[in-house]
Each structure stands twice: as C-alpha cells, then as structure tokens.
C-alpha cells in the first residue's frame, strides 16, 4: 500500500467516525495490512496527519512549477498563485479539515499537524523573496529581512483560517482576501517611506 | 424632496458604492486565471488566441481587458471577486450617508433602498446581464445607426462576460474630435430612438446612460453595450408617467392630481394646502422635463432651456417647504426611470443635437 493510500484511508476514517482511530491495529485491520506495514511509513498517526497537509502543499506545487505562466510570474504573483492553488487543493479536504479544527480545545495547537508542511513552505518561500530580492521587488533590510519567512507563514494560517470560515459561493471572499493580504504585505516589504525615514534618521544621528 | 429631483439620488448613491469598489486595485493576473478556471475550467489562455494580463480599464464592479481568438477582437469584462457578497454590506454603509444627503426620514427612504439594492444585485450577476444583453440587443437591431457587440454564451460565466470589442470614442473624447452636426445629429437620433422603443415597446430599459457604456464613432453610429443595470417598466406605472406628457390631461385639475396620487407624489395624508403647493411646483417642473415629448423636433443644444431647468431645479432645493418635507414623493420605479432620461438628456445636451422627438 502506498504512503498516499494510508493517508486517503485515513482521512476518510475521520469523515466516517468523526475520530481518530482507537489504534494503528484498529486502523489497519480493515485496510487488510499489518501493522508493520503501517510502521514502516509512518512512526505515528501524527506523522501521518502531518503528511496529509505537507501532500496538499506538495500537489499544489506540482501543478504550479511546471506552468509556463506561473514560470513568469514575478515574486508576489508567484505567491497569489500558489494561494490560489493551495485553497483549490484545500477544498477536497475541506471536510476532514472542519473536522481536525473541532478537534483541538486549544487554540493554536492544531499547529502540530502543520510542523512538517511550514518547513516546506518556509523553503518555498524563501525562494520567492530571492527572487523578490533580484527583481527589487522585496527590499532586503538588516535583521528585518529574515523575519519575512514567517511573515508569509502567518500569511498562510491567515488564509488557511479565513477559507475555514468561508461560506460565500466559490470561496470568493477567501479569493478577495488572499489578493488584498499579499498586495498589502508586499507592499510593505518593498523599499518604501520607512526605509526613507531611518536612512534620514542615521544621516542626522551620524553627520558631525 | 421632490419625485423629478429623485434622478439625483441614484446618482449620488452609486457613486457613492462605486466609488468604494473604484479604490481597489485591479486584479492581479493570478486572480485573472483564478477565477476563469473556477468559473470556466480553463485558463485564459486556453479559451483566447490572445489575451491581454492588463485590464484595458475598469468597470464599474470588474475589469476589461482586450483579448482576441479566431482573428475576432474581444473584450472580456471581469467581476472583482467578493463584490456580489459585499453589495449588502456595502449599501448599509453607505444608507447614512444617503439619507443625509436627502434628508429625508428613514421609513420613506426605504422603499428607495430596495429599489437600488435588488438592481445593484442584478448588476453583479452577470449571467442575468449575459441574458438580458443578448435579447435587448437583438430586440433593438433593427433600430439605425445602433451597433451591439455579439456576446459569447460559450466564454462567458456568472464572474465573466465576453462580447466584441467595439470601437469607438466615450462621449469626452469624441466631442474633442469636432463632429459635424450633422454626425451628432444622427448618433443623437439613434440614442433617442433607442430609448423610446425600449420605453414604450418593450416596457424594459437600459437604466444606466452613464457615458461609459456607449462608443461614439465618425460614421455618426453608437456601439452600446452593459446592460446591467435595466429597469422593467410595470404596467400602470407607465400608463400614469406618460401620462404627464401629455398637455390635454395635464390641463385638468381633477386628471392631474389623480396621476399625482398615483405615481405616488401626492399623498392622502397630504392637507389641501400641501396638495395644492406641491402640485404648482410639479407642473412647472413636469411642463419643463417634457418639453422634448410634446414637439416634433428638439434642439437639444438649446442651452437656454437647461439652464431653465437647473435654475428651477436649484429654486425647488432651496426652497423652505420642501426642504423641510420629510415626505418622499414618487413611485419607486420613477427612480431609475428618471435616472435615465437625466442620463439621455444630458448625453444629448453635450451632443447638441437636433433631432425628431415626435414618437
């Protein structure tokens, strides 16, 4: 059974009980595999379910990379693009997505199930603010800089959150979020009015 | 308020809700592809031999760009995404605002309100527009002069409308170009003809004579084009308005006031001395507006007669009585209806055309 089938069997186990299963034995008896099959590709259920959004994320890059459009993009539309995509691949998980949110009473702990997808993001990610850079479209600012990886990343739950809370026709209003969040963040990392003030502020502090 | 100064309120209205959405950024060209695949299945590229990423410029709730497939030049209007879910609350919004503006109180207003709301929703669904375009078009082909783009059902989708791309200059810069009178004239005519066939034939009409959705050209032709906004014309609303034009029942006292009651600009709860002042103000304003109706050529560049009428108009708002009714006078349907003969006349008047009005 391949790693893509366990996870499908997974989710839908969610869809059906609403629950996590009560064992790896339990989940596996009627997949008719072992439990040692099971093992060998995930350690955990947590493995798993981290699996299942780090495989939303890689789908939606591979539709994306191979774009003769998405290729000439410049950075920020990269990003919209992929937003786009990401929701698009999102809504044929939408049901098992409500279900892992009711799932955890505290917020902000859900988090879990994201660890090894935000490591893949952050790489993607950074690749897009190189590019910002060598397009000038992203300003690369001393200690501020390195900061801007998590800034996306924030951006992404924030787009994640919103689409979970979306009930418009299409998932239009969590399209008009996305374009006005990533217009908005791009613009303040483009060299702007502060880089303009500090650089004056050091002229003044520093001439003699 | 008076009911004929009412052309106004749309106006300032949808400006106003315009103008919030004008302050949006033109869409991204990922959004562009967004939402043809969500809506169509394909990308823009693989519905068009070519197509422009620029919007060539805005519309009122969407964007236009030019694109072209099988050697036809098209235009492809896109709907900002969220605009149809944010009508509501952007009208909430703005409803203060109006009401100040007005001064009128809130009760009165609100059958106004849903007049301007149910057509503002109408204008975000462009599948509706898809529809009424199509037939409007065809219904009006016969009429001289007028030219309408073919829509195409096929690339088209409740966010997407595709149609020919029409050439031609917007009202401003075609008067820059000097046409002859006699150009004017022709295009005034068929603006004019356009108007009364939909009024009075099909009881059905493009309420929206905003300069922007008609293309003047040198060949003394119109392109038109954005139905969007129509008003259908009920019945006895009909009977009653035209009624007004017409100098013989204007002359009876008795007549008069019922089509006053009728089109709503009198009221039962109005005193004999309400009804009376009112009804004065109406007719001088009635026997103005209508002038164009009851002789058989007009001279739209006359401009001693707008001046009359917006020198009137200024004496009605600023007078005490009526600035101080908080009563809204006239029908719900005159709203747009009045809208539009403003929108016409004015086109007209900045065409100075001279053309047969007799219908």
């Known amino acids: 059974m391949e790693k893509s089938d366990i996870r499908k069997a997974y989710e839908q186990y969610w869809l059906e009980n609403g629950k996590q299963p009560v064992s790896v034995y339990a989940f596996c008896q009627p997949l008719n595999i072992t439990e040692a099959d099971f093992y060998e590709r995930y350690s955990s259920f947590d493995a798993l379910e981290n699996d299942i959004w780090l495989g939303i994320f890689q789908e939606s890059l591979a539709k994306l990379q191979p774009d003769e459009t998405y290729q000439q993009y410049d950075a920020q539309e990269k990003l919209l693009a992929f937003y786009f995509m990401w929701v698009q691949d999102l809504k044929a998980h939408r049901s098992y997505i409500l279900l892992q949110k009711s799932r955890f009473v505290v917020p902000g702990s859900e988090l879990r199930q994201l660890e090894t997808f935000r490591h893949a993001f952050y790489e993607y990610a950074s690749d897009v603010i190189k590019e910002g850079y060598l397009h000038q479209q992203i300003k690369e600012r001393k200690y501020v800089s390195d900061q801007y990886v998590h800034g996306f990343w924030l951006q992404a739950l924030f787009v994640l959150r919103y689409w979970v809370k979306d009930t418009s026709e299409r998932f239009e209003m969590t399209d008009a979020a996305i374009e006005k969040a990533v217009n908005l963040s791009f613009q303040l990392i483009r060299s702007n009015t502060l880089d303009s003030l500090i650089d004056f502020g050091k002229f003044m502090l520093t001439r003699k | ?359």
């Open chain 2, 1 to 359: 308020m008076l009911s004929m100064d009412k052309g106004m309120l749309p106006k300032a209205y949808t400006e106003k809700f315009t103008m919030s959405q004008y302050s949006a950024p033109p869409l991204s060209g990922p959004l562009v592809v967004n939402t043809f695949v969500k809506t169509l299945g394909k990308t823009p590229a693989q519905l068009y031999d070519a197509f422009d990423m620029k919007a060539s410029n805005a519309a009122s709730i969407g964007q236009v760009h030019k694109a072209s497939k099988d050697g036809k030049q098209l235009a492809v209007k896109i709907q900002y995404p969220g605009v149809a879910n944010s009508v509501k609350s952007d009208l909430r919004i703005v409803k203060p605002f109006a009401v100040r503006i007005v001064g009128m109180n809130e009760v009165d207003m609100d059958k106004y309100f849903e007049e301007i709301e149910t057509k503002l929703l109408e204008e975000t669904d462009y599948k509706l527009e898809l529809r009424r375009s199509v037939e409007l078009s065809e219904l009006c082909a016969h009429i001289p002069n007028l030219v309408f783009p073919r829509y195409y059902a096929n690339m088209s989708s409740d966010r997407i409308i595709t149609m020919d791309w029409l050439q031609g200059k917007h009202l401003k810069e075609f008067l820059e170009t000097n046409p002859t009178q006699d150009v004017r004239n022709r295009i005034g005519q068929a603006l004019w003809d356009f108007y009364q066939f939909q009024m009075h034939k099909l009881r059905k009409v493009h309420a929206d004579p905003h300069p922007g959705n008609f293309l003047l050209r040198e060949d003394g032709t119109v392109g038109i084009f954005d139905f969007g906004c129509v008003k259908e014309i009920p019945e006895d609303f009909y009977v009653n308005y035209f009624l007004l034009t017409n100098q013989e029942v204007l002359k009876d006292e008795q007549r008069r006031r019922e089509i006053y009651t009728n089109l709503e600009m009198i009221h039962p709860s109005d005193s004999e001395k309400e009804i009376e002042f009112f009804s004065g103000l109406f007719q001088k304003m009635i026997s103005l507006l209508t002038l164009p109706f009851t002789v058989d050529r007009f001279d739209f560049g006359d401009e001693a007669y707008f001046t009359e009428i917006y020198a009137y108009m200024d004496y009605l708002y600023n007078l005490k009585e009526v600035r101080d009714s908080k009563v809204a006078r006239g029908s719900r349907h005159s709203l747009y209806v009045n809208r539009t003969y403003f929108g016409l006349y004015s086109i007209l008047s900045d065409l100075k055309a001279d053309i047969k009005t007799g219908w």
